[in-house]
T-cell receptor, first 114, second 111 residues
Framework: AQSVTQPDIHITVSEGASLELRCNYSYGATPYLFWYVQSPGQGLQLLLKYFSGDTLVQGIKGFEAEFKRSQSSFNLRKPSVHWSDAAEYFCAVGARGGYNKLIFGAGTRLAVHP | DGGITQSPKYLFRKEGQNVTLSCEQNLNHDAMYWYRQDPGQGLRLIYYSQIVNDFQKGDIAEGYSVSREKKESFPLTVTSAQKNPTAFYLC??????????FGSGTRLTVV
């Protein structure tokens, strides 16, 4: 069955520290991969996406993610976290081609200490 | 500016009452989706529509209904058959080459 696992429910980091949020997926083929961010009471904003090509993807707000086919992973990273990065982060996968519904992970809530 | 508008932002439902959540987009996207969000469970798909006058059930469609009479609009009705409707509801739209755009959500509470 298709699924997305975000192993960390909550993560706390200090401002200025580096960040890595984990995402593993189970899918029949290489899917499209996404990371979204959600502030409390708001909708989701797309951070970055991987369709094909370079496995290191750059996104908005200084985030990047690396697709590792052998590990079925798509981890999100940021070298230096800002207090404004505190939010919930969702990894999602979808089938290639056409209009396809996305499958979301349960999310990782990030807290940032000053 | 193009985007998705969900209304109302907050909605209260009495026991046994049907309520309708509005979702309108001006992005000219063909596909639209409704997701339900509960704490710790991520987003679960309720219904989706790829073209006007056509829609498909998602993973948790029981107790919900939708219509797609116009490309721009995809309202969701939470019926009295939905026994646990308190949640945050998100509407999204997309093109065939992807790029989900989300609305800002409606928080539904049963009173």
């Amino acid at each position: 069955a298709q699924s997305v696992t975000q192993p960390d429910i909550h993560i706390t980091v200090s401002e200025g520290a580096s960040l890595e949020l984990r995402c593993n997926y189970s899918y029949g083929a290489t899917p499209y991969l996404f990371w979204y961010v959600q502030s409390p009471g708001q909708g989701l904003q797309l951070l970055l996406k991987y369709f094909s090509g370079d496995t290191l993807v750059q996104g908005i707000k200084g985030f990047e993610a690396e697709f590792k086919r052998s590990q079925s992973s798509f981890n999100l990273r940021k070298p230096s976290v800002h207090w404004s990065d505190a939010a919930e982060y969702f990894c999602a996968v979808g089938a290639r081609g056409g209009y396809n519904k996305l499958i979301f992970g349960a999310g990782t809530r990030l807290a940032v200490h000053p | 500016d193009g985007g998705i508008t969900q209304s109302p932002k907050y909605l209260f439902r009495k026991e046994g009452q049907n309520v309708t959540l509005s979702c309108e987009q001006n992005l000219n996207h063909d596909a639209m989706y409704w997701y339900r969000q509960d704490p710790g469970q991520g987003l679960r798909l309720i219904y989706y529509s790829q073209i006007v006058n056509d829609f498909q059930k998602g993973d948790i469609a029981e107790g919900y209904s939708v219509s797609r009479e116009k490309k721009e609009s995809f309202p969701l009705t939470v019926t009295s058959a939905q026994k646990n409707p308190t949640a945050f509801y998100l509407c999204a739209s997309s093109t065939a080459t992807y790029g989900y755009t989300f609305g800002s959500g409606t928080r539904l509470t049963v009173v």
